[in-house]
């Protein structure tokens, strides 16, 4: 499955970014999604995932409730919703599919990812 984030941009603190992802390659609805995100200099971290069905939902416990994820799969889609942004939330985003059984709770549950988009948060 090929995926290409978009999105990103420069928000001042406060502000809020909706990302989407287009999947391609693959049957969409047969793979977890999620978010992942790498800040300069460090690893890159799981972000949020979501079922194949869109019911459920995990998120970093860093992110205390701004961000949402979410799916359409008759547009073979996931977006992430991010509000309350923080300068510590600059990195690039990076969207990703697991084929798995169970919800990915890590960076490592993923299988596949695309490239990303730069988000920059200033103070």
């Known amino acids: 499955v090929q995926l290409q984030a978009f999105g990103g941009g420069s928000v001042q603190a406060g502000g809020s970014l909706r990302l989407s992802c287009a999947a391609s390659?693959?049957?969409?609805?047969?793979?977890?999604m999620g978010w992942l995100r790498q800040a300069p200099g460090k690893e890159r971290e799981f972000v949020a995932s979501?079922?194949?069905?869109?019911?459920?939902?995990y998120y970093a416990d860093s992110l205390e409730g701004r961000f949402t994820i979410s799916r359409d799969n008759a547009k073979n889609t996931v977006y992430l919703q991010m509000n309350s942004l923080k300068p510590e939330d600059t990195a690039v985003y990076y969207c990703?599919?697991?084929?798995?059984?169970?919800?990915?709770?890590?960076?490592?549950?993923?299988?596949?990812w695309g490239q990303g988009t730069l988000v920059t948060v200033s103070s």
């Open positions: 990703a599919a697991g084929g798995r059984n169970g919800l990915p709770r890590s960076a490592n549950d993923f299988d596949y």
């Open positions: 390659g693959g049957t969409f609805n047969s793979y977890n």
């Open positions: 979501i079922s194949k069905s869109g019911v459920r939902t």
